[in-house]
């Protein structure tokens, strides 16, 4: 984990590289979000009655926001870089970007609809303070069980090929070799009041297998069995709402 994990990304070339490469066409976490989107497209259509009001916590460029296009309300994204939120404005993500100080992010709550609340590339990265610090925003957006949905990504689960490969293999120098366990995520939500309703796997493969030679036997395979063999994905969204 980056110990400045708040401060990289306020460094517009890094924002630059995050945007343009990392997610450049064709590549494993591009592949990985449209996975993502297609999912998002499925599932609130039909886990909220009525378009509910989108939060998103540490928003980036917005990335979330612009897979939920059409599917939302207003989506609000929440980040303490004005460099992603830059990027995200030439992005034309959809809703209102908020440039927030850490630990000051307050959801811009409508009592009328329902409330999504998102978190992805986050938990893994960095620590528990942080965590904390999500779950209360969480916690300001859902007051009670009726509130709306928590969905958490985690794309670093123990309990997935990613560990085999920490422990086996040769590790990618350039990224964070983070793990985090489904119990992990489990107690961070029962110590703010919320409980796992579910998870959503979108990759049981690691980018290294997303090289040749193995890159269409990993792509096929994930895409037949990372859904139905979650509990085991790399990449993994978790479901959650208040107790």
Known sequence: M???????????????????RTYAPGTFASIVS????????????????????????????????????????????YDTSEAMLQKSRELCTPGYAHLVDPGLAFP?????????????????NVDLYLRDQL???????????????????????????RHLRKRFGRLDASMWF?????????????????????????????QGCYRAPWSWFSKAADGALASPLSKWATDVVYIARRR
């Open 178 to 206: 983070q793990e985090l366990s489904h119990q992990e995520i489990r107690d961070l939500f029962a110590r703010h009041g919320f409980e796992l309703v579910g998870m959503q796997g979108f990759t049981l493969f690691t």
């Open 2 to 20: 980056a110990i400045n994990y708040t401060e990289v990304f306020r460094n517009p070339n890094a924002v630059e590289k995050y945007a343009e």
């Open 34 to 77: 449209s996975r993502q989107a297609g999912w998002l497209r499925g599932f609130v259509p039909n886990a909220f009655g009525m378009k509910p009001t989108h939060h998103d916590f540490a928003c980036g460029t917005g990335r979330v926001a612009r897979m939920l296009a059409g599917m939302v309300a207003v989506s609000h994204g």
């Open 108 to 124: 811009d709550v409508d009592p009328s609809r329902p409330a999504l609340v998102t978190a992805f590339r986050f938990v893994l």
């Open 135 to 161: 779950m209360d925003f969480a916690s300001a957006a859902l007051p009670d069980s009726d509130a709306g949905l928590l969905l958490v990504e985690n794309h670093g689960n123990t309990d997935s090929l």
